[in-house]
């Protein structure tokens, strides 16, 4: 990237020609281990995130500082206590902040700021234990400029309890909702047939037994009757969070050019 700014500046591309090599798909090594594609954020403005699980402390950490002389923050989802902790202690000078439930991480460099792009995203989930993947959303949705509302534990085994959380989403005026619900999953199908909002619904893997580890709700929310729903795969909070964003973001590009 600094070797193309460079030649930008020394008039030997254009503006043109910089912005479409900023755009190829960019693909870094790290130490034979792993491949970063660090251009991502600059191509669809979707930031790369680390997926932790199954990965050593050591080859974690190489990969994140990579991530940091590159980006300047990294983002690390599906961490285990001992990888939190060792990503705590190796990044003590620079700002962490960590989503608990979700066992994920943001490290930024001291100088980083962040974009705002005045969308907006309401998170939703049916219980408590779904803050997880409801943590998941919320932390690539602000990673991605936006605003985040999350509203917990408003499921249908008592349809009062949606009253309150819905109606501060459209106070608070969302561009779309993410809805997580584990067990039958019906919490998405009720909330989309009572707004206009586009809606991601996430099947969470609490529940058990038969259609157990969130299959169940996967199937109701495929089969959903309600209209305006997408379904992403069982406890894909990234996946949604993503969407969510990009929905979001455009439609404060509209705003704001109106």
Do not use: W
Not at 114 to 124: D, E, S, W, Y
Not at 139 to 167: N, S, W, Y
């Amino acid at each position: 990237m600094r070797e193309i700014l460079e030649k930008l500046a020394q008039g030997k591309i254009s503006v043109d020609e910089a912005e479409k090599a900023l755009k190829i798909n960019v693909i870094e090594n790290v130490a034979n281990v792993a491949k970063l594609d660090v251009g991502r954020e600059t191509r669809r403005n979707v930031p790369e995130m680390i997926f932790a699980e199954g990965k050593t402390n050591e080859d974690l950490l190489a990969i994140c500082k990579r991530m940091l002389e590159e980006n300047d923050r990294v983002i690390t989802t599906r961490l285990s206590e001992q990888q939190l902790d060792e990503l705590r202690n190796q990044f003590s000078s620079h700002h962490v902040q960590v989503f608990p439930h979700a066992k994920s991480m943001v490290i930024r460099k001291q100088n980083y700021r962040g974009m705002q792009t005045g969308g907006r995203v309401g998170v939703l989930t049916a219980g408590t234990v779904d803050l997880a993947v409801a943590e998941e959303a919320v932390m690539v949705a602000q990673e991605m400029g936006c605003q985040t509302f999350l509203e917990a534990d408003a499921g249908v085994a008592g349809i009062h309890r949606l009253v309150e959380p819905l109606k501060r989403m459209l106070e608070s005026d969302v561009d779309c909702l993410v809805v997580v619900a584990g067990r039958e999953g019906a919490l998405p199908t009720v909330v989309a047939g009572l707004v206009d909002l586009p809606l991601i619904a996430v099947p969470a893997s609490s529940g058990y037994g038969y259609g157990g580890r969130g299959e169940g709700a996967l199937m109701a929310m495929l089969q959903a009757c309600s209209l305006g729903l997408a379904v992403v795969n069982i406890d894909s909070g990234v996946a949604a969070g993503v969407v969510a964003a990009q929905i979001a973001n455009r439609v404060a590009r509209t705003r704001t050019a109106h």
